[in-house]
């Protein structure tokens, strides 16, 4: 879904990467790249318009921190989306 996205706005993302979540009526995904050599890898997201950080960034957090985050609003019974 996310490549189709990337696609429909021309996009690309040279390197190989795996998508996390996508969300926001498919025009923004958080990834992490698969070529950084990590065993636990800087989250990035995907915006395809309208963020004036540029259009992929990283989020200055790992994939580990985002999933323990979400799942302590879970156990919280908070919505993690």
Not at 15 to 27: E, K, L, Q, S, T
Request: glycine share 6%; net charge negative; proline share 6%.
């Amino acid at each position: 879904m996310a490549l189709e996205d990337l696609a429909d706005y021309e996009l690309s993302i040279p390197r190989p990467f795996y998508v996390v979540d996508v969300y926001n009526a498919h025009d923004q995904f958080l990834f992490v790249y698969l070529d950084e050599g990590k065993d636990n890898p800087t989250l990035y997201e995907a915006v395809f318009e309208g963020d004036p950080r540029g259009w992929v960034h990283s989020l200055d957090c790992s994939l580990a921190g985002f999933i323990g985050s979400q799942l302590s609003s879970y156990l919280r019974s908070e919505n993690p989306f």
